[in-house]
């Protein structure tokens, strides 16, 4: 989508159309064929929020909501696998897998379910882009419980 130019007081301001994350300049700033490393450094929660529709489908992101047709999401990143909901049936394949959901494992997971556990039931294509699993990624470690004062 094309940016609008604005005139204000002298000044050219370039507005990009909405939802633009600045995609080129962070591509760009993660340099040639870059890293998940790389990615994460230049990811955005924000842009991953709005890209989680996608998943929204079949996940619920809210701190206690219910599962979907799949399981509830928050305070995913850290846990082993099918550990997140306690009332969602996870795929004994998935459980017996026993990985933890952290960077590397989210991103090959968000690019194809499949062939990261064998069996598993999640009926997901997986997302292409890096930079987009980078997005993601970035949403779902902002999704985490408020520490408790004790």
Request: glycine content about 12%; aromatic content about 6%; proline content about 5%.
């Amino acid at each position: 989508m094309a940016g609008i130019l604005l005139l204000l007081s002298g000044s050219v301001l370039v507005l990009g159309g909405c939802g633009d994350d600045r995609r080129e300049e962070r591509l760009k700033a993660a340099g040639p064929h870059p890293s998940l490393e790389a990615l994460m450094k230049v990811a955005s929660a924000k842009a991953g929020e709005r890209k989680f529709r996608q998943c929204a489908a079949c996940h619920s992101i809210l701190e206690g909501a219910m599962d979907r047709g799949g399981p509830n999401l928050f305070g995913v990143f850290g846990k082993t696998f099918g550990t997140n909901s306690s009332r969602y049936g996870y795929t004994a394949a998935l459980t017996r897998a026993g990985g933890i959901w952290d960077e590397q494992t989210l991103n090959a997971w968000i690019a194809a379910p499949a062939s990261v556990v064998p069996g598993t039931t999640m009926q997901f294509g997986g997302v292409p882009d890096a930079l987009d699993r980078a997005d993601l990624i970035a949403y779902l470690r902002t999704q985490v419980p408020e520490p408790q004062d004790k």
